[in-house]
C-alpha cells in the first residue's frame, strides 16, 4: 500500500518561500505523476502542480510564477517550493500520487501558516 | 479563469439516493475530462471514490457511482447510510494543461 507522508515547517513569515516535501513509501516514484494540491482553511481544493519522475512538472496557471516542484528518486521524495508568501497561502498542503486521469493516494496534510 | 461547479450543499434521508453534479464553464463535460469525485470528512484528507467518469477503487463502497448526466458529471449515492455525511469534490482535467476541483458539495443525512 503506497503511503504519503508531507513534512516541513509549520509557520513561515510573509514574502518568504514555503518549503515542503512528501516521502513516498510502499512503492517507487519511478513513475506516475506526484501531485501538490492545497485547502485554506475551511475552503474547497486547489491542485497546485504535479512532477512526472522523469522530472517533467505542470502548475496552475495562477500559481506559476511562484511554485516549483522537484523530485529526488534516490531518497523517493518530492518537493514543493512557493515563493514570496502571503496570508492567503495559508493553507493544509496534500501530496497526492496521480496516473493519467486519476488521483489515487493522498498524505494526511499538513498545516502551513504564514504570519509574521 | 476555468470554473468548475457543484451544488454547495444537498441533503438526504437515510436510505435515500442523490445524486450530486459537476459542470464545466467551458461547456459540457465530457468522459475526455476524465471526472474523478473525493469524500472529504472534517479533520481528513480527500479519500478517491470515482475516476474517469465511473470507475471505482477497490475500497469504494457499491452505492456510489459516477456518469455523464445532462452535460455535467454526476456522482449518485444510492441507499445513503449517515456515514455519508461529508463534502464531496469533483476534479476535471484539462488537456493535460491544468486540473481543477469543483467548489465542493456539503452533503447532509438528515
Known amino acids: 500500500q503506497v503511503q504519503l507522508q508531507e513534512s516541513g515547517p509549520g509557520l513561515v513569515k510573509p514574502s518568504e518561500t514555503l518549503s515542503l516535501t512528501c516521502t513516498v513509501s510502499g512503492g517507487s516514484i519511478s513513475t506516475y505523476y506526484w501531485n501538490w494540491i492545497r485547502q485554506p482553511p475551511g475552503k474547497g481544493l486547489e491542485w497546485i502542480g504535479y512532477?512526472?519522475?522523469?522530472?517533467?512538472?505542470n502548475y496552475n496557471p495562477s500559481l506559476k510564477s511562484r511554485v516549483t516542484i522537484s523530485v529526488d528518486t534516490s531518497k523517493n521524495q518530492f518537493s514543493l517550493r512557493l515563493s514570496s508568501v502571503t496570508a492567503a497561502d495559508t493553507a493544509v498542503y496534500y501530496c497526492?500520487?496521480?496516473?493519467?486521469?486519476?488521483?489515487?493516494?493522498w498524505g494526511q496534510g499538513t498545516l502551513v501558516t504564514v504570519s509574521s | 479563469q476555468t470554473v468548475v461547479t457543484q451544488e454547495p450543499s444537498l441533503t438526504v434521508s437515510p436510505g435515500g439516493t442523490v445524486t450530486l453534479t459537476c459542470a464545466s464553464s467551458t461547456g459540457a463535460v465530457t468522459s475526455g475530462y476524465y471526472p474523478n469525485w473525493f469524500q472529504q470528512k472534517p479533520g481528513q484528507a480527500p479519500r478517491a471514490l470515482i475516476y474517469?467518469?465511473?470507475n471505482t477503487y477497490s475500497w469504494t463502497p457499491a452505492r456510489f457511482s459516477g456518469s455523464l448526466l445532462g452535460g455535467k458529471a454526476a456522482l449518485t449515492l444510492s441507499g445513503v447510510q449517515p456515514e455519508d455525511e461529508a463534502e464531496y469534490y469533483c476534479?476535471?482535467?484539462?488537456?493535460?494543461?491544468?486540473?481543477?476541483f469543483g467548489g465542493g458539495t456539503k452533503l447532509t443525512v438528515l
Open positions: 476534479l476535471l482535467y484539462y488537456g493535460g494543461a491544468q486540473e481543477v
Open positions: 497526492a500520487r496521480s496516473g493519467l486521469g486519476l488521483l489515487e493516494y
Open positions: 512532477i512526472y519522475y522523469s522530472g517533467s512538472t
Open positions: 474517469g467518469t465511473s
